[in-house]
Structures are given as structure tokens and as C-alpha cells.
């Protein structure tokens, strides 16, 4: 099957019209076809400025950068220096501590993969600068609460992917950033990929842009670029151009092998690690998550992964059969404008697009099992009600979840099996909420599952 190729003009206007409507300061995108990259770009790389974003800009990567820390773990297990179904602290001194000592005990490092260890995910980030960063945020994970018991369900883990980092630290005997820069950057000869702001600093960067005040459209650039040196390994600090982040994923697409000819990964291993090994709850992001990536369709096989932070947000898909990578970096775009791109791409390159967000369904059904306190984290709690009109869900934050979003409440619409539908300003999409029962069916549902997070029933943080 050939698979169409990418015109360069037509790939411009695209990016340049979308970014337009979707009012995103500057952005940059970029496709691998059969081994050949194009890249675009559009907009400015800071509001108020007339710097341009160019193909040579540097974005940060975000939660992209979990992939390149699962790589670096799936090198280790090949060198038989790690075992996935080993408990993370055969690996870690010192050894992990969390509020619940048996799952600090017990936790696997493929658990962690999967995003499945249960513990809270979305930790406070101490500002550390030194080498010792990871070591100092996994230490401060002893009074994370636990979610679910380990394996039970998938629920986003920040905080996990910052221990698999530690557990690269110990076992190299080097930092996140000194691993990652040897058995990936320079082996990929990755010019303009950096984690440490002093590198990143000498190469012409994007500004990242948040709403101006809790649910507006106005944006303001951030004043800060990267977030701590702590939150590296699961996506704080890693920064490329479009077309380093290619060269990373067409390193996937050749499962392992390196420009030089040198394999960094077997292929067995590369492709197992985009195998579902956990299904992921939510139907607006794909059914599974593998080992790093996102399962975002099982045929044909498409896997990914999204980021934001610090103002700018990211995308990355590969289709390995077809031999097609797509990426998306931008700033400030706080209304999908790249998964709207990406999903174009996806459908004309190999016939698919990404997963969509399902429609509201017609249905008589007993709302009773989903009414209830859900505690996302000490900044939201979502109370469910149900009144004459449906279900409602009404949001108390504070904190990063008060300065994006505020106090809101959003009725839930129906979509089908246990899953409905509810707006988070400011995006003007549903987004897709499903209620979940760790233990097997029956009584109360004990978590609210929405934007790859599980929000446990109030009395249920513990269990």
C-alpha cells in the first residue's frame, strides 16, 4: 500500500488556518512519510513581539517526554539490568515511601509503565535545580494518598513516571538529564534537544500563553518557560523542534535502530512497548495504554501522546505499519487545534483519525449508582446530584485547578454504558466523564474517570 505523500504548501496553509481560527500564537507541525520529514510553522513566538516561530524553534515536549522515559527503562530491561514485574524499590535507594507502605512495598515498575500504581499522581513540584532533583520529589511522595489498589485501573500518574526516572538514576549511577542526553539525544544525534535551560536557553525558543483569568479565551504569556528540574522525567524540561521529535519517533518506527545503523532497543522490546498492557477508561483517548504510550487505536495500530505545561501543548502519533509519525507543537492552544490537525493528517495518510469524544444517547437509566463526592485532589472535588433535569456535577477548586478553571458546575448528558458528558471551561468541547467500579460491579461506583484521571468516591481515598 502506498501511502500519499506530504505537499509541503498545502501542509503551511493548514497550519497557518487553523492556528488563525483556533487563535494560537505560534505553532509548529510536522510529518514522517517513508523516512522523509517536512516541517511548517506559523505565528509568533511570543505575544507582544514580532519573533517569529520558525522550523528551528524549540518547544517543550511536556508529557511527551514519558515515552522517552519508558525508552530508557525498556534499554535497561534488555541489558537484563531491570525486570518489569519486579517491585519498583528492588531498584531505588533511597527506597520509595508513600502513604501506603504495602504499595510502596509492592508496586511494580510495568504498574508504573502502565500508569497503574494508584498512588496520586499530580504532586506539588519542589523547586530543586541540583543533580539530586528527582532523588528530592520522589522523597517528598511519602504522603501520597492512594487512588486504587495497584493493577486495578489506569489513572494518569505524573508522580510514577518521576520515580521510573529515579529508578534510571540509580541504576545508571547518573542523572535523568545525563541518561537520557547519552543512550538517546546524542545516539539519535538529536542537535537540538535539551532538558537543562542553559542549553536550551542558546536556541530560539516559544513562549507559552494560559488564559488570561479563569475561563477566558485572552491569552497572556506564562512567566515562567519550564517548570522544575524535579518534574524532568515525566515532562517539565525536555525541549525540541518538530523535526528532533520525528527523528525520536521514526527511532520507534525502526524499532530501536538508530541513524548510525546501532540498535538502542530490541525490536521485540519496541514492540511490545506499544501492545496494550492496561485498558484506559476514557473513549475520547484510545482504548489502552502500552508501556509509555497511548494505544489511541488497536487497528490499525495507532499509538501516541499529548502534553501541556508551562503554556505550550504537544502532540505525537505513529501509525508503525504505515511508517507515518505526525507531530503538533504549539502555544497556547487551549482548544484542541492540534489534535484537530493531527486527526486530518491521520485520516488522509492511513485512513483513520483519532479517537472522538462520543455523542449523547437516548436512554432511561438509574442514575443512582453514580451520585456522590469524587476528591480529584486537595484543589477539586466533584460533587454528582441528581436533580429532575439529570445528573449535575459541581466542581470546588482551588489552587492550579482555581486558576484554570474556577468553581463551575456542568450537567452530565448520557453517552452510553457508564460514561457521560460535561463541559470544563474554558474548552467549549465535552469532554468525557465514566464512572468506574474498581472491586467488580455492583453498589456505588467507586471512581469518576475524566481526562485520564480517576477521581476516587470522597470516603474511598484510602482503600
Request: charged share 20%; with cysteine.
Amino acid at each position: 500500500m502506498t501511502t500519499p505523500r506530504v505537499d509541503r504548501r498545502e501542509f503551511q496553509q493548514r497550519l497557518d488556518d487553523l492556528a488563525n481560527r483556533y487563535g494560537v500564537p505560534g505553532a509548529a507541525a510536522g510529518v514522517l512519510v517513508d523516512g522523509r520529514t517536512t516541517v511548517v510553522a506559523t505565528g509568533i513566538a511570543k505575544l507582544g513581539t514580532t519573533v517569529p516561530v520558525t522550523t528551528d524553534s524549540v518547544f517543550l515536549l511536556a508529557s511527551i517526554t514519558k515515552v522517552w522515559t519508558a525508552t530508557l527503562v525498556l534499554q535497561l530491561v534488555d541489558e537484563g539490568l531491570v525486570d518489569l514485574s519486579s517491585p519498583v524499590n528492588h531498584y531505588l535507594t533511597p527506597p520509595l515511601r508513600l502513604e501506603d507502605e504495602e504499595v510502596a512495598r509492592t508496586v511494580t515498575v510495568g504498574q508504573l509503565l502502565s500508569h497503574s500504581g494508584g498512588f496520586f499522581g499530580d504532586a506539588a513540584e519542589p523547586d530543586v535545580r541540583s543533580d539530586d532533583a528527582v532523588e528530592k520529589i520522589v522523597e517528598s511522595y511519602s504522603g501520597l494518598a492512594q487512588l486504587h489498589r495497584p493493577g486495578a485501573v489506569f489513572s494518569y500518574s505524573n508522580s510514577g513516571y518521576n520515580v521510573l526516572g529515579r529508578l534510571i538514576e540509580c541504576v545508571t549511577g547518573s542523572t535523568w538529564d545525563e541518561a537520557l542526553r547519552t543512550r538517546l539525544i546524542e545516539p539519535l544525534g538529536l542537535g537540538s534537544t535539551s532538558t537543562l535551560p542553559e542549553e536550551t536557553m542558546t536556541r530560539p525558543l516559544v513562549v507559552g500563553h494560559v488564559p488570561a483569568a479563569p475561563g477566558s479565551y485572552d491569552l497572556t504569556p506564562v512567566s515562567t518557560w519550564l517548570d522544575p528540574r524535579t518534574s524532568g522525567p515525566c515532562g517539565g524540561t525536555l525541549a525540541a523542534t518538530p523535526a528532533d521529535l520525528l527523528a525520536f519517533a521514526r527511532h520507534h518506527l525502526e524499532d530501536g535502530l538508530a541513524p548510525s545503523g546501532a540498535r538502542l532497543m530490541s525490536p521485540r522490546t519496541a514492540r511490545t512497548m506499544r501492545e496494550p498492557h492496561i485498558e484506559q477508561p476514557d473513549p475520547s483517548r484510545g482504548p489502552a495504554w502500552g508501556w509509555g504510550w497511548s494505544i489511541e487505536r488497536l487497528e490499525p495500530r495507532i499509538v501516541g501522546h499529548i502534553g501541556s505545561t508551562c503554556g505550550q501543548q504537544s502532540r505525537l502519533v505513529l501509525a508503525p505499519e504505515h511508517g507515518v509519525a505526525v507531530c503538533v507543537m504549539a502555544s497556547g492552544d487551549i482548544q484542541g487545534m492540534g489534535d484537530e490537525l493531527v486527526s486530518e493528517l491521520l485520516r488522509e495518510l492511513v485512513g483513520v483519525g483519532l479517537p472522538t469524544t462520543p455523542g449523547p444517547v437516548e436512554a432511561d437509566i438509574d442514575v443512582t449508582p453514580y451520585v456522590g463526592r469524587f476528591r480529584m485532589s486537595d484543589e477539586a472535588t466533584i460533587d454528582v446530584r441528581a436533580e429532575a433535569s439529570g445528573l449535575i456535577a459541581s466542581f470546588t477548586t482551588s489552587g492550579r485547578w482555581a486558576d484554570f478553571h474556577g468553581d463551575f458546575s456542568t450537567p452530565m448528558t448520557y453517552a452510553g454504558g457508564t460514561t457521560f458528558l460535561m463541559s470544563m471551561p474554558p474548552v467549549t468541547e465535552p469532554v468525557a466523564a465514566t464512572f468506574l467500579w474498581a472491586d467488580g460491579p455492583g453498589g456505588p461506583a467507586t471512581h469518576l474517570a475524566s481526562q485520564m484521571r480517576v477521581a476516587p468516591r470522597s470516603e474511598a481515598t484510602s482503600r
